[in-house]
């Protein structure tokens, strides 16, 4: 059975709503990688993680693997499996202001069909989407565990400038990454958060399409995410969905730590490469 390259795989994670699908489609572009299909495999937090079982993602064409996979993030297993699999791993780390990363992550579960009674509720029921996801020093400090291996690097970057319309972040970041781009190349937004058509309908295509992702091809799969047509009949009421902001203050305090940390770590142009000295 082939496997996978496991020389210098890159690694997106990040909290939701913080651009990873965007560096996904733009990454599997590139022709430079051998990625999966399902932008998600959820696999590398398997306790029993086995390379083959993981290869089976792939084409195992040779090429350098990436993989998008938010919830990487908050499992500190992901990494004790890379860093025993792999050797230099870029782990890329989206992170995004708290409040606006906060609100958006309600916002696209309201547009993918869910409801709540309340904030409240919602931070109950989807914690780790709403919370843990945002806990940035615990999950940087993860990365740097007992089994981390020297010729691996988490690579921070801040949302905010790597959307931005200059494109100098993002051309940075694929730059690290041994990725050509056009001089005046940007990353495009993706993923607005717009009301939906019918919120059940939205919600039972969603689970659909995650079931079928093994199945279907990844020329499938990439419509069903980015295509215009799509998006345009599913969320085709332009109104955005409005939240009352001052909630936030309830859960604010969650958060202060994770900010102290990313105020001290040293960015240029919107990226840090972090030290474990720096988590301390």
Request: with cysteine.
């Amino acid at each position: 059975m082939s496997i996978v390259n496991t020389n210098m795989p890159v690694f997106v994670i990040g909290a939701p709503k913080c651009g990873s699908t965007s560096l996904h489609v733009a990454l599997s572009k590139t022709g430079l990688f051998d990625y999966p299909k399902i932008k998600d495999t959820h696999y590398l937090k398997n306790p029993k993680f086995n390379i083959s079982e993981y290869s089976k993602f792939f084409e195992c064409n040779g090429k350098r693997i990436f993989e998008v996979d938010q919830n990487l993030a908050i499992h500190p297993e992901a990494f004790s499996n890379i860093f025993s699999n792999f050797t230099g791993a870029s782990i890329v780390y989206i992170i995004r202001e708290q409040e606006d990363r906060f609100f958006s992550a309600y916002k696209f579960l309201i547009k993918m069909g869910l409801r709540f009674k309340t904030f409240d509720d919602a931070v109950k029921n989807e914690y780790n989407w709403m919370i843990s996801h945002g806990l940035y020093s615990r999950n940087i400090r993860n990365f740097f565990s007992n089994e981390f291996v020297g010729d691996n690097r988490l690579i921070i970057v801040k949302f905010e400038c790597l959307v931005a319309s200059d494109g100098i972040t993002y051309r940075a970041l694929m730059k690290l990454l041994n990725v050509d781009v056009g001089s005046t190349d940007v990353l495009p937004k993706r993923n607005e958060s717009l009301s939906a058509r019918s919120p059940a309908l939205v919600r039972g295509l969603s689970l659909l399409l995650n079931v079928l992702n093994p199945y279907l091809p990844a020329s499938v799969i990439g419509v069903a995410k980015t295509s215009k047509l799509i998006q345009k009949l599913l969320f085709y009421r332009s109104n955005k969905i409005v939240v009352d902001r001052s909630v936030f203050g309830l859960y604010a305090a969650l958060f202060r730590d994770s900010g102290t940390l990313v105020d001290r770590l040293n960015f240029r142009n919107g990226i840090a490469l972090v030290s474990r000295d720096e988590c301390k």
